[in-house]
């Protein structure tokens, strides 16, 4: 899986459009368990050995019943679950990182220059208002405030945000709200890897439809995404391929 | 994947090595370790009693560890051990690259000058002579930590807590460090207050790419600066992470604990 | 200065003491810190300061000194704020007149020995006098910092941005530096020192100057000097340079214009005129025939 050369320089700078076809995530043997030490030691078991590879230009859905382990696969992927074995191969700016393994600031990096992540639930930071929330994935990756600032106005009014919001920090936003600039704050940035938990999950048919065009924009445009859509009709509409996790972790 | 090891931001500015403390039958601090990146800001948690503040003390210089050392890269790249300097070079090193931003204001700020003084100190310190200069770089601080400049001459007891705590924030950063130690930052500050200080503070420390090093018991305030925590209990670090794996996906009995005692963050 | 001066100048003193009051022990240790004093310019030395019959405060430091660098051939003057006949100078001058037997003058060329309380003398000294400073508090940094060991750990460093702290902090109040008294002065690029209460128009008589200076602090234990032709620099910003009172008025007495003037009330309607503070330098002006302004 290190066959491909690593990028020639870093040029984590620019947004860059990864290419359709190119290995991009590569997990290998991902085991996942919670271990409830205030619980009586209590173990659950939520991946197993799991395998799945996403190149760019593919859209990979995770199907399978509550508790299958579908968000915590995505986690795993962004870091923010620990995995207890195998290795999770993203491809970065100087090559793969083992988010499994790799240190802290190595995975914050990847992050920064990688990976576009929609949580089921938006963590507002108090005070910073939804343009400036949207635009901090650009500016982060060195985008000029101005025209990051641009774009993020842009994928607001996309995603039907009134424009008199913009300024207002989206902690005192409604449910839907906050999930469009959450989803917002994904797509003001090309990304070459999108991990979407649910981004349609609260949202009414006409911002579903928005949602539904810019996943398949990106997906054209070469990003490797994963996600998870309850909605059966917005899954045929952006998946190129179904990975079923079912209750009982199986490898895929 | 290790492609990175050429850059420069693979060295570390502060390493810690094998650090111990103890105060008569209790282990205050106990074979800590840890490096710190530039730009990087780490999260000390635990609750009271678990050594996290004189871990801070001894990293910072001001309490000698028992054993142990503290390595700290300066601007030309050279290796040093704060506890191993002369006073003299120590204490040049706090007014230049170091910083410490303390719980109280009041142990942190000169109460008996006013705010400007209080921030041209360092700058004084460092041979500056000319008044107007002085007095610009106290105005500019001011204003860039939200604390109105028509303030400037004003003694900080005059000031709000909040305002203090700003206060002391920007005497640290007038000289430009490139580490900073920060003390439970938000601490005796109402909730409204303490909102509005981490905002800046995140600011702050992302636009200056300040390493940082930040005590606190409050895992919200660790959420919202720190990139990498560090969980300790009696002394020892039982967990170290990043921040939002830590506190969403614990793995020790400690950190499980700590974060399930809380209110959601 | 020489013990065998003393002995032949005892006979003539009042009986039961010591030449110049203190015992030879005691002048030996002061003398020691002296010499310590003059080799590290403006480094306060510590010293085991004796009870002397009169109380701290009224120049039990600049006594000691002076007691141990007196000889039968001495000749001394002592003054006050610059006069020769208040109560704390007559005192003085009678208590070593009475224990050393030694010469006294209130002419600034005469004495060899000059004992000061607030002032330098207008006359110029020369290298063959020693001026001896009565001083209340030797620290120059006590008032920004008072735990004594971190002030000597300031000095010891040459950590000094706190002095400058406190004239910024003038100059923020003020609108300029509003020290007129005590202002603080940098010996040889080195020690920073609290030259004493002299007004800052003295400052520069400091610096450079052909005369041994020596400071002594009785209640605070501390000795320290500034020895002949020294640098002497006040503490200034580039934009704040220091500078000296002016008076836009000469002497009332004897007309000079280059003195310390005292602003004196001359009756219930708030009146005022303006002396010399240097009652000698007044005097002789006035003997040579100046007057002061038809006032």
Redesign the interface.
């Known amino acids: 899986m290190?066959a491909d050369t690593?990028a020639a320089a870093?040029e984590e700078t620019m947004p860059r459009t990864a290419d359709p076809g190119r290995l991009m995530i590569d997990v290998r043997g991902l085991s996942k368990t919670?271990?409830?030490?205030?619980q009586g030691g209590v173990r659950l078991a939520v991946l197993d050995a799991t395998d799945l590879q996403v190149a760019g230009g593919e859209c990979v859905v995770l199907r399978g019943p509550s508790g299958a382990g579908k968000s915590s696969l995505l986690?795993c992927l962004y870091?923010?679950?620990?995995a207890q074995s195998g290795t999770i191969q993203v491809r970065g700016a100087?090559?793969?990182?083992?988010v499994a393994s790799?240190p802290?600031?190595?995975?914050?990096e990847l992050r920064r220059t990688h990976l576009g992540y929609v949580s089921q639930f938006l963590r507002a930071?108090?005070?910073?208002p939804a343009e400036q929330v949207v635009a901090q994935p650009a500016i982060d990756a060195g985008t000029p405030g101005d025209q990051a600032l641009e774009r993020a106005r842009t994928a607001l009014a996309r995603l039907n945000i009134p424009e008199n919001l913009w300024h207002l920090p989206p902690a005192t936003f409604s449910g839907g709200e906050q999930q469009r600039v959450n989803v917002a704050r994904a797509f003001a940035r090309d990304f070459p890897i999108l991990l979407l938990d649910e981004p349609t999950a609260s949202l009414d048919a006409a911002n579903r439809d928005v949602v539904v065009e810019l996943v398949n924009a990106a997906r054209d445009r070469g990003a490797a995404i994963v996600g998870i859509f309850h909605d059966s009709a917005v899954r045929a509409a952006v998946a190129t391929r179904i990975l079923d996790l079912p209750g009982k972790a199986e490898a895929a | 994947?290790s492609?990175?090891a050429a850059r420069g931001?693979d060295h570390p500015i502060l390493s810690v090595r094998h650090l111990s403390k103890r105060f008569g039958r209790v282990q205050a601090v106990d074979d800590v370790s840890f490096d710190l990146?530039p730009g990087?800001v780490l999260g000390i948690v635990g609750e009271s009693g678990s050594g996290k503040t004189t871990l801070l003390r001894a990293v910072a210089g001001q309490e000698a560890p028992d054993t142990g050392a503290v390595l700290y890269r300066d601007r030309w790249g050279g290796l040093v051990d704060l506890h191993a300097l002369p006073?003299?070079r120590r204490?040049r090193l706090h007014?230049t690259d170091l910083g410490l931003v303390q719980q109280n204001p009041r142990d942190g700020l000169?109460m008996?000058?006013?705010a400007?003084?209080n921030v041209?100190?360092?700058l004084?310190?460092?041979g500056h002579?000319?008044?107007?200069t002085?007095?610009q770089s106290a105005h500019d601080w001011l204003a860039r930590v939200e604390v109105d400049p028509a303030r400037?001459?004003d003694p900080p007891a005059q000031l709000s807590g909040g305002m203090q705590q700003r206060l002391q924030i920007a005497r640290n950063l007038v000289s430009e460090p490139r580490l900073v130690f920060m003390d439970e930052p938000t601490g005796g500050l109402d909730v409204s207050v303490q909102?509005?200080l981490?905002?800046l503070l995140?600011g702050l420390v992302g636009e200056l790419g300040l390493a940082v090093v930040l005590v606190t018991h409050d895992l919200g305030v660790a959420r919202?600066l720190a990139?990498?925590l560090m969980v300790m209990q009696a002394g020892r670090v039982v967990e170290t992470?990043?921040t939002?794996?830590v506190l969403?996906?614990p793995?020790?009995?400690y950190s499980?604990?700590l974060v399930?005692s809380i209110l959601p963050v | 200065m020489s013990a065998h001066a003393d002995s032949l100048a005892a006979a003539q003193t009042v009986e039961g003491y010591n030449f110049a009051y203190l015992d030879e022990q005691t002048k030996r240790m002061i003398r020691r810190s002296l010499l310590k004093a003059v080799a590290i310019p403006g480094y306060q030395v510590p010293f085991a300061s004796r009870e002397m019959p009169l109380p701290y405060g009224w120049g039990t430091g600049g006594i000691q000194v002076t007691a141990s660098i007196l000889g039968a051939c001495d000749t001394l003057k002592v003054i006050d704020q610059g006069a020769d006949d208040t109560t704390n100078a007559v005192n003085i001058r009678a208590f070593f007149a009475r224990t050393a037997g030694v010469a006294t003058t209130t002419r600034t060329e005469e004495a060899s020995v000059i004992q000061t309380r607030h002032r330098i003398p207008e006359t110029p000294l020369t290298d063959q006098q020693i001026l001896v400073y009565q001083v209340p508090i030797p620290e120059p940094l006590r008032w920004?910092e008072p735990r004594e060991r971190e002030t000597r750990?300031l000095h010891a460093?040459g950590?000094y941005?706190?002095m400058?702290?406190?004239l910024?902090?003038d100059?923020?109040?003020h609108g300029r530096i509003a020290k007129t008294y005590n202002y603080p002065v940098q010996v040889s690029g080195g020690y920073i020192m609290a030259p004493s209460p002299i007004p800052k128009f003295d400052n520069p008589k400091l610096h450079r100057n052909p005369a041994l200076q020596l400071f002594g602090a009785g209640r605070e234990k501390r000795i320290y000097a500034v020895p002949p032709y020294t640098d002497v620099r006040s503490l200034?910003?580039?934009?704040?340079p220091f500078d000296v009172e002016h008076w836009d008025t000469a002497c009332a007495l004897c007309g000079a214009t280059d003195s310390y003037l005292d602003e004196i009330v001359t009756d219930d309607a708030g009146g005022r005129r303006y002396v010399c503070s240097d009652s000698d330098y007044c005097d002789r002006r006035r003997q040579a025939g100046d007057t002061g302004a038809a006032r």
Do not use: K
Request: overall charge negative.
């Open positions: 290190d690593p870093s919670f271990t409830l030490h205030h986690r870091g923010n679950y620990l100087d090559g793969w990182v083992d790799a802290a600031r190595r995975i914050l930071i108090p005070r910073v | 994947m492609a990175h931001a990146f990087e006073e003299g204490r007014r000169r008996g000058v006013s400007g003084a041209g100190e360092r004084m310190a460092l002579r000319h008044y107007g002085i007095r400037l001459d909102a509005r981490l905002d995140r919202l990139h990498r992470g990043l939002d794996q969403d996906d793995q020790a009995a499980q604990l399930s | 920004l750990m460093l950590e941005g706190l400058q702290v406190s910024y902090e100059i923020a109040q200034d910003f580039d934009d704040y």
